[in-house]
């Protein structure tokens, strides 16, 4: 049987390999039988181009493909049903219900980003509905679940901290929204507000009925940090849950890149930087680290300038960190380039010269479209190599 191109939903993580495994140029690189250990690695591999002497029927495999949905599409929906849970659970009360709802919306979240992990992140710098308090916490579960997939976290485990991570600002929505277009200092009484709010959050949710331990621990201890400095009982080392430290340094994340009214979101290059470079004040090196590897140098979403003057979105990261794939946007000149051809940065033509501020964003870009996978797609790719 000749040798073909191995797609997505072929060969799965943790499964035994269907045959051997060889690379563009026929050389062997993984024996049948093998395990690869996580879906990351798996996508890696896919990206570089991997080829085998396998059998599969794409219409009856049952195998989920990414290009089946718009991953994109649905996290925005996912925002949308977030934000009414929250709404709706403090209007009612609700006790069962919520929790059920919220931990169904943790599995949808969890799914979503097993199918495309780069449009899931994507969406962490692109979608900017004006709920910021909902954009925040979800940006941070996105994070947070492709740190413990990384970290080999169970899916039911990663499941209860994703929906810690969804609630974890439950004790401060309707403030941390006023925060977010206010320019003036906080008062006294705002201060006091966040400070106490992981607290605030936990006993809110045990009161609608979260039975989880470790996801009213989680939501405590998000903002504990490891040289107790953190807030709110300036907790210290193994005091703090590994997925406290998880979620809080998703949501440290996600809050740097993320706009307000007294200042610009910062770069997702520099704000990755400056987590690497103050780890061990406070953070898990270790998990540090492995964040910086996960997200890549240009994570997915970010504006970049290429050597030929375009301005790219990043639409998907490669083996190597600094040679994403990225689709062109607007021309040289600043016109909009409205099919966003794919462009590999590894092409000297097409490497990145620099990360552009999200305000240089073409208005009314699609971002669902950034991310569909065509035929005509795949043929554009093959064609750059």
């Known amino acids: 049987m000749p040798m073909r191109r191995i797609e997505e939903g072929q060969i799965r993580a943790g499964t035994a390999l269907p045959c051997d495994i060889h690379d563009r140029a026929g050389r062997l690189m993984l024996r049948a039988g093998q395990i690869i250990p996580g879906d990351h690695q798996v996508a890696r591999l896919i990206e570089q181009g991997i080829y085998g002497d396998i059998e599969w029927d794409q219409e009856t495999s049952g195998t989920p493909r990414a290009d089946r949905v718009s991953v994109y599409a649905e996290l925005a929906r996912l925002r949308a049903a977030v934000a009414r849970e929250l709404d709706e659970a403090k209007a009612a009360g609700r006790t069962e219900a919520f929790h ?63 929906a810690a991570a969804l609630t974890m600002n439950i004790g401060m929505r309707a403030l941390q929204n006023d925060l977010y277009s206010q320019a003036a200092p906080l008062t006294e009484e705002q201060k006091a507000a966040v400070l106490a709010h992981p607290v605030v959050g936990a006993e809110t949710l045990k009161a609608l009925g979260v039975p989880d331990a470790a996801w009213l621990s989680t939501v405590a201890q998000h903002h504990e940090l490891l040289d107790g400095t953190g807030y709110p009982g300036r907790l210290s080392g193994e005091q703090i849950s590994e997925f406290a430290q998880v979620v809080g340094l998703a949501d440290r994340y996600c809050a740097m890149i993320s706009e307000r009214a007294y200042r610009p979101g910062t770069p997702p290059n520099a704000a990755l930087r400056e987590i690497f470079l103050t780890q061990g004040k406070g953070l898990d090196p270790v998990l540090a680290a492995q964040m910086v590897k996960e997200l890549g140098i240009y994570p997915p979403g970010a504006l970049v300038q290429l050597a030929n003057g375009e301005s790219a979105v990043v639409v998907k990261r490669t083996l190597n960190s600094s040679q994403p794939i990225v689709r062109a946007v607007l021309s040289g000149a600043g016109l909009r380039l409205p099919a966003a051809p794919k462009r590999r940065t590894s092409h000297p033509s097409f490497a990145i010269a620099q990360v552009l501020p999200y305000a240089r964003m073409p208005a009314n870009l699609d971002g669902a479209a950034l991310w569909a996978t065509t035929a005509t797609d795949e043929l554009g790719e093959q064609a750059a190599e």
């Open 100 to 162: 059920l709802a919220m931990a169904a919306h943790a599995g949808t979240l969890s799914d979503l980003c097993a199918l495309d992990a780069d449009a899931a992140l994507g969406s962490v710098l692109l979608q900017r509905e004006p709920d910021y308090s909902v954009r925040q916490v979800v940006n941070a579960a996105i994070v947070t679940e492709l740190l413990l997939v990384q970290r080999g976290v169970d899916a039911p485990t990663r499941r209860t901290v994703l």
